[in-house]
């Protein structure tokens, strides 16, 4: 069949929109991805008692600023993905976005209870009273939390419920596993990281050391955001 020049440029013209439209359509939309920054230590790393400062400096740069910038690298991975990407590649990305994010906000409020004097006072020692019936018994059952998690991963959270009006010492692993909507107040890091280069396995110990570091003000600035 003769085809007129006209009618091949015209031909041509179609093929080659219909691939540039075609194209477009199989390209995803690239997402716009959050930008995380990796916060400075709060206090004097030099200055806590029982946990050197060669350890918390470690714990910072590497495991939460480790956390922080695999959390960026990670959702820019889904927002790349392509249209027709398998259902497993986004679950696979998703899982690991979860626990580099509850890594780095639990790192967050980790140092941030850290630099006190140990000292329990103020709201949130009436409502830990109050929930637990004496703060002996709180301290026990944090403690006996944290033990339990020795030689694994994990963290121990004194969490508020706004379901149930009250405190719960939750016990957390692998950055997953948290009280649904519960806010947390004081946060124990029961990772190996957090206490092996000063402690070796004795987590015991470093129990002991958190809690002579734990800085209740900062505790209580979290109380006075609960509804």
């Known amino acids: 069949m003769d085809i007129s020049r006209r ?6 013209a179609m093929t080659t929109g219909g691939l540039l439209l075609g194209s477009a359509v199989t390209q ?5 991805t959050a930008k995380y920054e ?20 470690s714990h910072h740069d590497k495991n939460y600023a480790g956390a922080v910038k695999r959390l960026g690298a990670i959702e820019q991975k889904i927002a790349e993905l392509p249209s027709d990407a398998a ?3 986004m679950g696979s990305l998703k899982r690991e976005a979860l626990i580099a994010m509850n890594s780095m ?8 209870n850290l630099g006190g004097d140990g000292s329990i006072s103020g709201k949130v020692k009436e409502i830990i009273a109050r929930d637990f019936g004496s703060v002996d018994a709180w ?5 006996l939390t944290g ?13 508020y419920s706004p379901h149930e009006k ?4 939750v016990w957390s692993s692998d950055h997953q596993v948290t009280l649904a909507a519960g806010i947390p107040l004081l946060v124990m890091d029961m990772y190996e990281h957090a206490y092996q280069m000063d402690y070796g396995p004795d987590a015991n110990s470093y129990i002991n050391a958190f809690f002579a570091n734990a800085n209740w003000d900062q505790v209580n600035k979290r109380v006075q955001n609960l509804s």
Do not use: C
Request: proline share 8%.
């Open 7 to 12: 009618e091949l440029i015209t031909a041509a």
């Open 28 to 32: 995803p939309a690239m997402a716009l």
């Open 38 to 57: 990796v916060k400075p230590l709060p206090f004097n790393p030099g200055k806590l008692k029982g946990i050197s400062e060669k350890l918390i400096v």
């Open 87 to 89: 259902p497993f590649q």
């Open 105 to 112: 906000i639990l790192h967050e409020y980790y140092f941030d």
């Open 139 to 143: 301290q026990r059952d944090f403690k």
């Open 147 to 159: 033990q339990s998690l020795s030689g694994g991963s994990g963290w121990v959270i004194l969490a």
């Open 166 to 169: 009250r405190t719960y010492n």
